[in-house]
C-alpha cells in the first residue's frame, strides 16, 4: 500500500511539474510578475549534544518550494512547501527577470534568544521564523525575507535552540513574510576617486517600526564601523546615510572618494526585533592602465644603427598585469611571433596606490626587418580586450652620396696638404746640397 502511494504521489507531482513547464510557455521562462511558486532549497538544522557535552549544529539541504497563494490552499508538490500569504511586503516587487535566473534558498532564522510577539496581526509569541533569500544568478541583486510561521502549538521558543519545530518531507507551512532586506549591488567595481553609493532598502508589514540600521566595513579581517542610527533614541553616528532616507526604507550609504583603503566587504545591518538581517557588498577598486610608446609610427632607423624601444604601461590597479611584445608582418600573417629579448622594470608605486611597469627591448634591425610591425599588448583584470600600441619599421642603407663625398673630400684634401709640402720640401732639399 506505502509503495503505490509513492507512486501515486510521484505521477502527480510529475503531471503539476508538466502542467507548470507548459504554462512558462515556449520560452521555458516565467514571469516574475506571474510568479506562483519557486523550488528552494531548505537548509535544515540538527542540533545536538555530542559525547563532550557541547551543542553541535548539523547541516541537512532538502528540497522545497516557496508558494504564493492564501491560507488553506493546496500545495502544488508533494514536498516541503513554504505557502507565504499576502502581506504588507512582497519580495516579488522586487524581482527582475525570470523565475530561471533566481537561486532561491530557506534557513531557519535564530533570534538570538529573543522572545517577543511580532507586532502585527495574528502573531503569536511562540512565532517559529525562516528567512527567504533569492540570489540573481548575474548578481543583479540579493532578496532575504524573513517568513513568520505560527505552529498549533509551541514548541518551547527560540531560547532553546535544541527545541525546534520539526519540519517533514511533506509539510506544508503557511507563512507570512514580516520583513525584507535587499541590495542591488552585491558587488561593485569601481575606480580611484569615485563616489559610489552601495544599494540596502528594507520593508516591513506594520508602521512605526523601532529600526536600527548600521553599516560596517570589513578589511583585513577587521572590522570598523562607518555608520548607525537607531530610531528609538533619534541617535546617529558617522554619515554617508540619509536619515529622512531611512524612514522610507532606504538605507543606502553613499561613499566617499574611494582609495585603496576603501576595499573590502560592506555590511548594511537592519534589525527590527526580534528579526536581525544584512546585506555583504564587496567593494573593489579598478583602473585601467593608460599605454604608450617612445617611438612613433612609421619609425625608422639606418642600417646599423639601434634603439630602445620602450612600452609603458602606467596608472592601472590592483597590481597584475601582463606586458609582451610581438612582431608580425604587416597584413597579420603568419601568426606572430613573441619577442624573446624583452626586459621588464621594477612595479612603481604611485602616490594615489595605482602601478606602473615598462617593457623594453633594444631593436637592432636587418633589412630583412623593414615593413614588420611590432606591437606592445597590455592585459589587465580592468580591461574587457588588451590595450595594442604599434608601430611600423622602415630600415634604410647608409646614403653612399655621402660617402663618395666624404672620400673625395678627404683625397683633395690630402692632395692640398701635399702640394702645399712638395715645395717646402724641394727648397729644402736644395738648401741642404749648396751646404755641401
Given at each position: 500500500?506505502?509503495?503505490?502511494?509513492t507512486?501515486?504521489?510521484?505521477?502527480?507531482?510529475?503531471?503539476?511539474?508538466?502542467?507548470?513547464?507548459?504554462?512558462?510557455?515556449v520560452?521555458?521562462?516565467?514571469?516574475?510578475d506571474?510568479?506562483?511558486?519557486?523550488?528552494?532549497?531548505?537548509?535544515?538544522?540538527?542540533?545536538?549534544?555530542?559525547?563532550e557535552?557541547?551543542?553541535?549544529?548539523?547541516?541537512?539541504?532538502?528540497?522545497?518550494?516557496?508558494?504564493?497563494?492564501?491560507?488553506?490552499?493546496?500545495?502544488?508538490y508533494?514536498?516541503?512547501?513554504?505557502?507565504?500569504?499576502?502581506?504588507?511586503?512582497?519580495?516579488?516587487?522586487?524581482?527582475?527577470?525570470?523565475?530561471?535566473?533566481?537561486?532561491?534558498?530557506?534557513?531557519?532564522?535564530?533570534?538570538?534568544?529573543?522572545?517577543?510577539r511580532?507586532?502585527?496581526?495574528?502573531?503569536?509569541?511562540?512565532?517559529?521564523w525562516?528567512?527567504?533569500?533569492?540570489?540573481?544568478?548575474k548578481g543583479?541583486?540579493?532578496?532575504?525575507?524573513?517568513?513568520?510561521?505560527?505552529?498549533?502549538?509551541?514548541?518551547?521558543g527560540?531560547?532553546?535552540?535544541?527545541?525546534?519545530?520539526?519540519?517533514?518531507?511533506?509539510?506544508?507551512?503557511?507563512?507570512?513574510?514580516?520583513?525584507?532586506?535587499?541590495?542591488?549591488?552585491?558587488?561593485?567595481e569601481?575606480?580611484?576617486?569615485?563616489?559610489?553609493?552601495?544599494?540596502c532598502q528594507?520593508?516591513?508589514d506594520?508602521?512605526?517600526?523601532?529600526?536600527?540600521?548600521?553599516?560596517?566595513?570589513?578589511?583585513?579581517?577587521?572590522?570598523?564601523?562607518?555608520?548607525?542610527?537607531?530610531?528609538r533614541?533619534?541617535?546617529?553616528?558617522?554619515t554617508?546615510?540619509?536619515?529622512k532616507a531611512?524612514?522610507?526604507?532606504?538605507?543606502?550609504?553613499?561613499?566617499?572618494?574611494?582609495?585603496?583603503?576603501?576595499?573590502g566587504?560592506y555590511?548594511?545591518?537592519?534589525?527590527?526585533?526580534?528579526?536581525?538581517?544584512?546585506?555583504?557588498?564587496?567593494?573593489?577598486?579598478?583602473?585601467?592602465?593608460?599605454?604608450?610608446?617612445?617611438?612613433?609610427?612609421?619609425?625608422?632607423?639606418?642600417?646599423?644603427?639601434?634603439?630602445?624601444?620602450v612600452?609603458?604601461?602606467e596608472?592601472?590597479?590592483?597590481?597584475?598585469?601582463?606586458?609582451?611584445?610581438?612582431?608580425?608582418?604587416?597584413?597579420?600573417?603568419?601568426?606572430?611571433?613573441?619577442?624573446?629579448?624583452v626586459?621588464?622594470?621594477?612595479?612603481?608605486?604611485?602616490?594615489?596606490?595605482?602601478?606602473?611597469?615598462?617593457?623594453?627591448?633594444l631593436?637592432?634591425?636587418?633589412?630583412?626587418?623593414?615593413?614588420?610591425?611590432?606591437?606592445?599588448?597590455?592585459?589587465?583584470?580592468?580591461?574587457?580586450?588588451?590595450i595594442?600600441?604599434?608601430?611600423?619599421?622602415?630600415?634604410?642603407?647608409?646614403?653612399?652620396?655621402?660617402?663618395?663625398?666624404t672620400?673625395?673630400?678627404?683625397?683633395?684634401?690630402?692632395?692640398?696638404i701635399?702640394?702645399?709640402?712638395?715645395?717646402?720640401?724641394?727648397?729644402?732639399?736644395?738648401?741642404a746640397?749648396?751646404?755641401?
Amino acid at each position: 500500500m506505502t509503495v503505490l502511494r509513492t507512486t501515486l504521489d510521484m505521477i502527480w507531482g510529475l503531471g503539476l511539474l508538466i502542467l507548470a513547464l507548459l504554462c512558462l510557455g515556449v520560452n521555458g521562462s516565467q514571469s516574475v510578475d506571474d510568479l506562483q511558486w519557486l523550488p528552494c532549497q531548505f537548509v535544515d538544522e540538527k542540533v545536538h549534544v555530542n559525547e563532550e557535552g557541547h551543542i553541535e549544529t548539523q547541516y541537512i539541504h532538502r528540497e522545497a518550494v516557496i508558494q504564493f497563494g492564501i491560507d488553506g490552499d493546496r500545495p502544488l508538490y508533494p514536498t516541503i512547501t513554504f505557502l507565504i500569504t499576502a502581506s504588507k511586503v512582497d519580495m516579488r516587487r522586487y524581482l527582475e527577470g525570470g523565475e530561471d535566473s533566481l537561486n532561491c534558498e530557506i534557513r531557519r532564522h535564530n533570534t538570538g534568544g529573543i522572545v517577543m510577539r511580532w507586532p502585527a496581526m495574528g502573531a503569536q509569541e511562540h512565532d517559529v521564523w525562516f528567512s527567504c533569500t533569492l540570489r540573481h544568478t548575474k548578481g543583479a541583486f540579493i532578496i532575504t525575507t524573513f517568513l513568520r510561521h505560527t505552529p498549533s502549538a509551541p514548541v518551547g521558543g527560540q531560547a532553546d535552540s535544541l527545541q525546534r519545530l520539526i519540519v517533514n518531507d511533506k509539510d506544508l507551512l503557511t507563512t507570512s513574510a514580516g520583513m525584507i532586506i535587499l541590495t542591488q549591488t552585491p558587488s561593485a567595481e569601481v575606480g580611484f576617486l569615485k563616489e559610489p553609493t552601495l544599494h540596502c532598502q528594507f520593508a516591513v508589514d506594520h508602521k512605526q517600526a523601532n529600526v536600527t540600521v548600521e553599516w560596517r566595513l570589513q578589511r583585513h579581517g577587521e572590522r570598523s564601523k562607518l555608520f548607525s542610527y537607531s530610531s528609538r533614541t533619534g541617535r546617529s553616528e558617522g554619515t554617508g546615510v540619509s536619515i529622512k532616507a531611512i524612514g522610507a526604507g532606504n538605507a543606502s550609504f553613499k561613499l566617499p572618494p574611494t582609495r585603496k583603503t576603501s576595499e573590502g566587504t560592506y555590511i548594511c545591518s537592519v534589525l527590527i526585533p526580534p528579526l536581525y538581517g544584512s546585506d555583504d557588498i564587496l567593494v573593489s577598486l579598478s583602473e585601467q592602465p593608460r599605454v604608450s610608446l617612445n617611438v612613433g609610427s612609421p619609425f625608422s632607423l639606418t642600417l646599423g644603427e639601434d634603439k630602445k624601444v620602450v612600452c609603458d604601461a602606467e596608472g592601472y590597479y590592483p597590481l597584475d598585469v601582463n606586458m609582451e611584445w610581438l612582431r608580425e608582418p604587416v597584413g597579420g600573417s603568419p601568426t606572430p611571433v613573441f619577442l624573446k629579448n624583452v626586459l621588464y622594470s621594477s612595479h612603481r608605486v604611485h602616490q594615489d596606490g595605482t602601478y606602473s611597469l615598462s617593457a623594453f627591448f633594444l631593436l637592432q634591425p636587418g633589412l630583412e626587418d623593414s615593413g614588420y610591425k611590432y606591437t606592445c599588448r597590455v592585459s589587465h583584470k580592468s580591461l574587457l580586450t588588451p590595450i595594442r600600441k604599434s608601430f611600423i619599421l622602415s630600415v634604410t642603407e647608409p646614403d653612399s652620396t655621402l660617402w663618395y663625398i666624404t672620400v673625395f673630400g678627404f683625397i683633395i684634401v690630402m692632395l692640398g696638404i701635399l702640394f702645399w709640402l712638395l715645395p717646402q720640401f724641394i727648397t729644402a732639399r736644395k738648401a741642404a746640397n749648396k751646404r755641401f
